[in-house]
């Protein structure tokens, strides 16, 4: 049954991208791509993982890393990456959910990795914006410090959060860093004048949508200021749908999906006054440098 139902889904997802796709878009689709950050898992979208992950391998995105945000969808994530090839695992306590964790939460996190090699570590990090308010910040340092030495302990990258609270991440990442295996700064909107340091710390940057929004001379100084070996791109789906998505949600228009990853390389390459095809070739082979670690499933050369 299980397996007709993917069959299903697969010919459903092949005639949204030939619905949904022009000449042109198929032809920039031969390009690989890599999803470094996204959340099948969310329950608005983890219905529909299958179809959304059957049209991003249509599309060219051949890898998807799924990042974990609490205890309770850890299991999610095990359970797509169990299914799905291009699915790369990460399981990580974000900042905002540090508040709800159970008391055997590192253990559990720690045993999980160990009994998963594929898997990276993330969405951890640090959040003192808006977004964050009520959210002890004391007890978001003391979570993030755990699973940042955890990952480098485990020879793993980490996926971090990072919202305007920079100057503690770089201290910390001094502390405990450097990072051989990578630290990705997911959605990066940070200042151009923090790159240099994360860089030397091993940091990777990954651009989304949220990236649009900002004013376009911003958004043009923040990507450029980051060396062309450390940019990865990411949809951070189902949240980040881009400016002039290229795919749609079945059913809810508002969110995004890996397959938007296009969207993104567009915008970022126009910023850079790159070609599409360079900046696809330059962010996919940076990202299996991050995530070819030893027991990931993508092949170590």
């Known amino acids: 049954m299980k397996e007709a139902i993917s069959i299903?889904?697969?010919?459903i997802s092949l005639a949204v991208l030939c619905i949904v796709s022009s000449e042109t878009k198929i032809r920039?689709?031969?390009?690989?791509l890599f999803d470094a950050h996204c959340h099948l898992q969310d329950q608005r979208v983890?219905?529909?993982?299958?179809l959304l992950i059957h049209i991003a391998n249509a599309a060219g995105v051949v890898y998807?890393?799924?990042?974990?945000?609490t205890e309770k969808d850890w299991h999610l994530v095990k359970e797509m990456s169990d299914e799905f090839d291009s699915v790369i695992p990460n399981f990580g306590l974000h900042p905002w959910y540090v508040e709800g964790k159970s008391r055997s939460w590192f253990n559990t996190l720690k045993e999980?990795?160990?009994a998963n090699p594929s898997a990276a570590v993330g969405e951890i990090g640090l959040d003192k914006s808006p977004l964050a308010k009520g959210v002890d910040f004391g007890e978001q340092v003391e979570v993030f410090k755990k699973q940042l030495q955890l990952a480098k302990d485990l020879k793993r990258p980490a996926s971090v959060h990072c919202l305007d609270a920079f100057p503690e991440l770089l201290q910390i990442m001094k502390e405990i860093g450097p990072f051989p295996a990578g630290v990705i700064l997911h959605s990066f909107q940070g200042s151009p004048e923090v790159v240099p340091q994360?860089?030397?710390?091993?940091?990777?940057?990954?651009?989304?949508?949220?990236?649009m929004p900002l004013k376009e001379d911003k958004a043009r100084k923040i990507v450029k200021a980051v060396p062309l070996d450390r940019i990865l791109l990411e949809?951070?789906?189902?949240?980040?749908?881009?400016?002039?998505?290229?795919f749609l949600v079945p059913g809810n228009a508002t969110l995004n999906q890996p397959a938007n990853v296009h969207s993104v390389l567009t915008y970022v390459a126009s910023l850079l006054e790159l070609s599409k095809e360079e900046l696809a070739d330059i962010s996919y082979k940076n990202a299996l440098g991050v995530f070819?670690?030893?027991?990931?499933?993508?092949?170590l050369k």
């Open 8 to 11: 299903k889904l697969l010919y």
């Open 28 to 32: 920039s689709m031969a390009m690989k």
């Open 46 to 50: 983890v219905d529909k993982a299958p």
């Open 64 to 69: 998807i890393a799924v990042d974990g945000i």
């Open 112 to 114: 999980l990795l160990e």
């Open 198 to 211: 994360l860089t030397k710390l091993g940091s990777y940057f990954s651009f989304s949508g949220h990236l």
């Open 235 to 246: 949809t951070d789906a189902p949240d980040a749908l881009p400016i002039n998505p290229i």
């Open 292 to 299: 070819s670690f030893q027991g990931s499933k993508i092949p």
